[in-house]
């Protein structure tokens, strides 16, 4: 069983950055058949939305709000992800899960970590 750890959500004025970070743990085997790792997000009254994912061999995708502002990377030693925020807006607010697909068809999901933009 997957388990995925975020940290690194809070409070940031506009224009202001944060970091994400999520850790994948839950055994070897697991671990060495992630295809996907990402980061979605749900708003205030919202339904969840993909933000940005990362796959085995670094190719990257974004959501078109984020493109240019959010940057996501992982380092696959530390089996981490991270999701880089520069130049936040009041509509980034929302809770940030962690989301990984393993083994090609099982899926686990982080409990979530919030961020607020505050104009």
């Known amino acids: 069983q997957m388990r995925l750890m975020e940290s690194g959500g809070g409070l940031v004025q506009v224009g202001g950055s944060l970091r994400l970070s999520c850790v994948a743990s839950?055994?070897?085997?697991?671990?060495?058949?992630?295809?996907?790792m990402g980061w979605y997000r749900q708003p205030p009254g919202k339904q969840r939305e993909l933000v940005a994912t990362?796959?085995?061999?670094?190719?990257?995708n974004y959501a078109d709000a984020v493109k240019g502002r959010f940057t996501i990377s992982r380092d696959s030693a530390k089996n981490t992800v991270y999701l880089q925020m520069n130049n936040l807006k009041p509509e980034d607010t929302a809770v940030y899960f962690c989301?990984?697909?393993?083994?090609?068809?099982?899926?686990?999901w982080g409990q979530g970590t919030q961020v607020t933009v505050a104009s």
């Open positions: 989301y990984t697909r393993y083994s090609f068809s099982n899926i686990a």
């Open positions: 839950g055994g070897r085997f697991n671990l060495n058949n992630i295809n996907v």
């Open positions: 990362i796959e085995h061999i670094d190719t990257t």
